[in-house]
């Protein structure tokens, strides 16, 4: 069965702090996405990864596929990040998700 | 942009009645997939089409059909509905080549209340 693990499953942070969120998978996973969800809202899909690295704003998310980790790191936190991050592992053997539980960042101003 | 858009957002049921919730992906997208996320829980697959053909089933319930037609907009049919069906659905859609998909993107999802 594929796994996909993340932490910390809650992180609180003071506006401008540097934040990151890890995510660990099983073998089967061959690229790694990371989504947010706001309460009781869509997913939105922030980045799909298979090797190295990519940024997209204050966004930056790193792979290591030797290691099987993934990282996701915000950069000049602000509160309109406090959100849940998920880490969700695409099988390689298909194109299904297997999602991490969630990280809860609350950001105060 | 286009995104991927499902309907209805809302839908309030009783036991044992029928739902149908619709899905219309990107434009070009020829994947779909079903999620369930459970309150307070992951989403959970529930299952894909690719080019009109189921490619992948999940824990889909039985009593849970589903299929994607010639325009690729896809249909979730559920039928004798449990209070545990009560979860918001989510569709994703995504062009599959060369093994890989490719824009996954999800809706907004459906929250569905089984009364």
């Known amino acids: 069965k594929n796994e996909v693990e993340q932490s910390p499953q809650n992180l609180t942070a003071q506006e401008g702090e540097f934040i990151t969120i890890n995510c660990s998978y099983s073998v089967g996973i061959s690229a790694l996405h990371w989504l947010q969800q706001h309460p009781g809202g869509g997913i939105v899909s922030l980045f799909m990864?298979?090797?190295g690295k990519k940024k997209h704003g204050r966004l930056i998310a790193t792979i290591n596929i030797q290691e099987k980790h993934s990282s996701l790191h915000i950069t000049a936190s602000h509160p309109r990040d406090s959100a849940v991050y998920i880490c969700?592992?695409?099988?390689?053997?298909?194109?299904?998700?297997?999602f991490g539980e969630g990280t809860q960042l609350t950001v105060n101003p | 942009a286009a995104g991927v858009i499902q309907s209805p957002r809302h839908l309030i049921k009783e036991k044992r009645e029928t739902a149908t919730l619709k899905c219309y992906p990107i434009?070009?997208?020829?994947?779909v997939y079903w999620y369930q996320q459970g309150p307070g829980q992951d989403p959970q697959f529930l299952i894909s089409f690719y080019e009109k053909m189921q490619s992948d089933k999940g824990s889909i319930p039985d009593r849970f059909s589903a299929q994607q037609f010639s325009d690729y907009h896809s249909e979730l049919n559920m039928s004798s509905l449990e209070l545990g069906d009560s979860a918001l659905y989510f569709c994703?859609?995504?062009?599959?080549?060369?093994?890989?998909?490719?824009?996954?993107?999800f809706g907004s999802g459906t929250r569905l209340t089984v009364v």
């Open positions: 969700a592992g695409q099988e390689t053997s298909g194109s299904r998700l297997t």
């Open positions: 994703a859609s995504s062009l599959y080549s060369v093994g890989t998909a490719y824009g996954y993107t």
């Open positions: 434009p070009r997208h020829d994947t």
């Open positions: 990864l298979s090797s």
